[in-house]
C-alpha cells in the first residue's frame, strides 16, 4: 500500500464520523398561562416517516420529527396543545428499514 493511500484512508477514517446524518431539531412550543375550556380537550395525532435504503441512503429520515410536528400544530387549528407525547418505531425489510415518529397531544380550544 502507498504512503498516499495510506493517508488517504486515514483521513477518510477521521473525517467520515463528521459526515453523519443530522436531524432537524423540533422545539415543543408550550404557551404559559393561556385561558382554555377543559372540558373541549381532544385527541390529536400525527406522525412522519422516512426510509434508510441499504442503511446508507435516507430518504426523509432526518425531517420526520419536524414533519410530524407541524403536522400536529396543523390540526390543533390554533389550539391549545398540552399532554405531547413521542413514540418511535422502526420496520426492518429486506432493502432498508423504515422509521417512524408518532406525536400524541390533547387540544383544547382557547377562550
Same mark, same amino acid.
Given at each position: 500500500?502507498?504512503?498516499?493511500?495510506?493517508? *488517504?484512508?486515514? =483521513?477518510?477514517?477521521?473525517? +467520515? @464520523?463528521?459526515?453523519?446524518?443530522? =436531524?432537524? @431539531?423540533?422545539?415543543?412550543?408550550? #404557551?404559559? /398561562?393561556? !385561558? $382554555? %375550556? #377543559?372540558?373541549?380537550?381532544? @385527541?390529536?395525532?400525527?406522525?412522519?416517516?422516512? *426510509?434508510?435504503?441499504?442503511? *446508507?441512503?435516507?430518504?426523509?429520515? /432526518? &425531517?420526520?420529527?419536524?414533519? #410530524? $410536528?407541524?403536522?400536529?400544530? &396543523?390540526?390543533?387549528?390554533? %389550539? $391549545?396543545?398540552? %399532554?405531547? #407525547?413521542? !413514540?418511535? &418505531?422502526?420496520?426492518? &425489510?429486506?432493502?432498508?428499514? +423504515?422509521?417512524?415518529?408518532? *406525536?400524541?397531544a390533547t387540544a383544547y380550544p382557547r !377562550?
Amino acid at each position: 500500500m502507498t504512503v498516499w493511500a495510506k493517508r *488517504f484512508l486515514l =483521513g477518510a477514517l477521521v473525517i +467520515s @464520523p463528521l459526515l453523519g446524518c443530522v =436531524g432537524v @431539531p423540533v422545539l415543543l412550543r408550550i #404557551a404559559e /398561562n393561556v !385561558q $382554555y %375550556d #377543559a372540558t373541549k380537550g381532544r @385527541p390529536l395525532s400525527a406522525s412522519g416517516c422516512g *426510509f434508510m435504503l441499504g442503511g *446508507f441512503i435516507p430518504i426523509r429520515v /432526518n &425531517s420526520r420529527q419536524s414533519r #410530524a $410536528y407541524s403536522l400536529l400544530v &396543523s390540526l390543533a387549528q390554533g %389550539d $391549545y396543545v398540552v %399532554d405531547i #407525547a413521542v !413514540q418511535e &418505531s422502526w420496520t426492518y &425489510s429486506f432493502v432498508g428499514s +423504515s422509521y417512524c415518529t408518532r *406525536f400524541t397531544a390533547t387540544a383544547y380550544p382557547r !377562550q
